[in-house]
């Protein structure tokens, strides 16, 4: 079936050092794929998205570009800051849904940048 | 921020006892979800609607029954609580079906003793 797979965490960093979590995908047909994050206490909300093989969905200085071939979505930012601490969701568009919008999500990765 | 909320937020509870959560959205959005949130696991999908009284089974639907009587108000049931049952549970909407986003409540923390 459709799955996503995300490397495990945690992962701790220094401010400003390079970020990379990675996450692929197995699913049948044209998904969409999906960057969510989770902030101590709040509810998911969406990082970046992409719709379609090659896109790159950006924000906040992060980056992810859906790869087709190597059936991945790694999520990368530049230079991290001790705001960006917070659980990141890769997911997936089930694309048997129809067009209901269901999401398959990774187990979540936990980010800790420290100072 | 979307307009969608939660309750209770937080709630204790018993094993064998009936437990009802309720999402509320301000939004008009044609789809809701209720998802949960468990160590290793992610967020898995319980239950979702399509629209008034449309309703269908996600991965991890057993021991859970929903309901949606009016576009706003979708409500996840518990008819007898399980240890098992005890996570954080999530509402989400959307009103743009598989390419769209989805938006987030804040959640429920729901412990079953």
């Known amino acids: 079936g459709n799955s996503v797979t995300q490397m495990e965490g945690p992962v701790t960093l220094s401010e400003e050092a390079f970020l990379t979590i990675n996450c692929t995908y197995t699913?049948?047909?044209?998904?969409?794929l999906f960057w969510y994050v989770q902030y101590p206490g709040e509810g998911l909300q969406l990082l970046l998205k992409?719709?379609?093989?090659?896109d790159k969905g950006s924000n906040k200085g992060f980056e992810a570009t859906y790869r087709k071939e190597t059936t991945s979505f790694h999520l990368e930012k530049g230079s991290v800051q001790v705001s960006d601490s917070a659980v990141y969701f890769c997911?997936?568009?089930?694309?048997?849904?129809?067009?209901?919008?269901?999401?398959?999500f990774g187990q979540g990765t936990t980010l800790q940048v420290k100072p | 921020d979307a307009g969608i909320t939660q309750s209770p937020r937080h709630k204790v509870t018993e094993t064998g006892t009936p437990v009802t959560l309720r999402c509320h959205q301000t939004?008009?959005?044609?789809?809701m979800y209720w998802y949960r949130q468990d160590p290793g696991h992610g967020l898995r999908l319980i239950h979702y609607?399509?629209?008034?009284?449309?309703?269908d089974k996600g991965e991890v639907s057993d021991g859970y029954s929903v309901s949606r009587s009016k576009t706003e108000d979708f409500l996840l049931t518990l008819e007898s609580a399980t240890s098992s049952q005890t996570s954080v549970y999530f509402c989400?909407?959307?009103?743009?079906?598989?390419?769209?986003?989805?938006?987030f409540g804040e959640g429920s923390r729901l412990t079953v003793l």
């Open positions: 992409a719709t379609k093989a090659d």
């Open positions: 939004e008009n959005h044609r789809y």
């Open positions: 997911a997936l568009s089930d694309p048997g849904s129809g067009n209901t919008g269901k999401l398959i």
């Open positions: 989400a909407i959307s009103g743009q079906g598989v390419t769209g986003e989805l938006f």
């Open positions: 699913a049948t047909g044209y998904p969409s």
């Open positions: 609607s399509y629209g008034v009284k449309d309703t």
